[in-house]
């Protein structure tokens, strides 16, 4: 009796080991699958990130590539010792010796805050609306909402050019109503950065801001109003306090790339605007001075982690309130 | 009519002609694109009144509701509040809070901040409203959860949250909306009887839904038996149970036998009723004349199980053989099956430990009751 209690015990233990057999290769398996998007990460992330950084620490020249020390292979770790302690922090002395450069900085993310907030202001009301527009109806906004990613975000950006201009097509209307006599000035003014950035993101805030808000229950509005709110009252108090994840994943969404944005500063700004895409690009390539343009890009990236990681803290706890 | 059930209560303004109703539906309907929810449907409830609704699912329960409360606008007919008619009052401004089925706890707020958010809008003090907070906690039995969010609460928890939200601003009329269906039995209990106390020391009107029949027969003054967006009875308890005015509702409520049947003869309220196998005679027939198809309801408990036959087989009694017993402790229920097949379902109260003769399977059995233990149903 004894005896087959003992085996009885036993045997589901060699059991076990049979199925760790198997553990072994489901963990694995389980662990290559996770490596495949760090795998990415490495490669195209981190790799040029650290490829950037190392230009930074260089110095220009007059070659090609334009900096040394240049790494190869024939030179043998004795070699790339000496080149590594080539290396200064020179360029990152000289961006604080220029206010050109800490100006910039300060334009870009003021241009960049401004500009969220004003897509803020415009997404808001559409978002609130796709949310409450029938059910049927809701693709079709949402698919108005992504449309615009269907044409070159270059040409979209010139299209305003022709919109904006002295003699384009705003001017036009707003003379021939009559509700000015002289053409606006928008075009190479902040203003029109502002329309740039706030038309060109506006889906990057819609789109989080749809999901908050189409998850939202409809019956905590009408508990809100049993409770006697007005219902702007319950939407100040239950809609937009719930859609907060979304209010922060849309706003970080556009003021992440908007601060180092380039091509809206560049085309609709004019030459006197002062954003740190503009100063990166004619560093890069109007001065051909690769170790100092690089060295603006990691400040950037500095600059723009505290966000990012704002960003994953807060996309973490909404996941873990909405559970 | 004599009274029913054992239960006297004085409080009856819906028997006094002179007594106002205090919420009325008056013909209101509600049409959902071509599904009716609620139809043709007219009810009184009188200021302080317990007022339970009770239906299958979907029936329209919740759809009544929200009408009360402002979040749906019937359409046809009017609802009065103490004479007001309510059309285009917002549900803000109506003197009316309701419990959501759903329970619509709002997920940002911790359990006192949902319970609080009512009190706050009304502008109460802020002593008062933490004094009325912690009062509602007790209530549900919630105070070691004050700090909780809701999606930190088990089902009943948020059930509770609920309703201590709901009940925490007093109001006139309150409507609950299945207020303790997540609840296990003992809790259940303990919260009706504190509902009941609450609703009395205040002098609320309460109207509640649920699909508990015992939950209705204990804490309300009247219930309301709906099908299908009308309503088929509105009745107290003891009155629901023992006079129902229709198969369906005698059905609904508790378990009942049906037998089918003609009406032989008639004298006065008394008639014979001829069916198939037993002859049933009553004193309590209903007005169907002679030749009338009817229906005889009698409750389980009022059929008496017997292993010897009756001295005479008059009318009101039956043989057949037992088909099934359970016990359940208090009673046991005891399936007797006719000659012609049909099983007639009995409960006998277990008065005695121990019974001389216990019946079991398939012994002969005798079956009858007494003139005045069923109804006579014409629909
Ligand atoms: N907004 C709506 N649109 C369409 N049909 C609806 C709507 N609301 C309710 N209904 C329908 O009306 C009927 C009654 O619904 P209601 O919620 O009142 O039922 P109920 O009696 O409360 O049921 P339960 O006991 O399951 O809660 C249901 O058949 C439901 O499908
Ligand atoms: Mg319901």
Redesign the interface.
Known sequence: MAVEAAEAKIAPVSGTGKVDGGGFIQAVTSRLVIAVPYFWLLLFFLVPFFIVVKISLSQTAIAIPPYTPVFTASDGPSGWWANVREFSFDNYLWLTQDALYFNAYVTSVIIAAISTVLTLLVGYPIAYGMARAPQSLRPVLLMLVILPFWTSFLIRVYAWIGILKPEGLLNQLLLSIGLFSQPLVILNTYTAIFIGIVYSYLPFMVLPLYASLEKMDNSLIEAAQDLGCTPTAAFWKITFPLSLPGVVAGALLVFIPAVGEFVIPDLLGGSQTLMIGRTLWSEFFANRDWPVSSAVAVILLIILVAPIMYFQRAQAQAQEAGR | MKPLGSIRRSFAPWADPAAKPYIVFENVSKVFGDFTAVDDLSLSIYEREFFALLGASGCGKSTLLRML???ETPTRGRILLDGQDLVGI???RRP???M?Q?Y?????MSVEDNIA??LK??GMPKAEIAKRVTEMLRLVKLEAFAKR?P?QLSGGQRQRVALA??VA?RPKVLLLDEPLGALDKKLREETQFELMDLQQDLGLTFMVVTHDQEEAMTMSDRIAIMDKGKVCQVATPAEIYEAPNSRFVADFVGSVNLFEGTVARREGSAAVIEGEGITIDTDNGSDAPAGAKVWYAVRPEKIKVSARAPEVMGPNTAEGEVWDIAYLGDMTLIHVRLPDGRVVRTSQLNRQRVVEEPLTWNDRAWISFARDSGVVLTR
């Not at chain 2, 619509?104 to 940002?108: D, I, M, R």
């Open positions: 409360a402002g979040f917002p549900p803000y009316v809070n309701m959501f759903s619509a706890l709002f997920p940002h958010f009512g809008q009304e969010k999606h939200r709901s601003k």
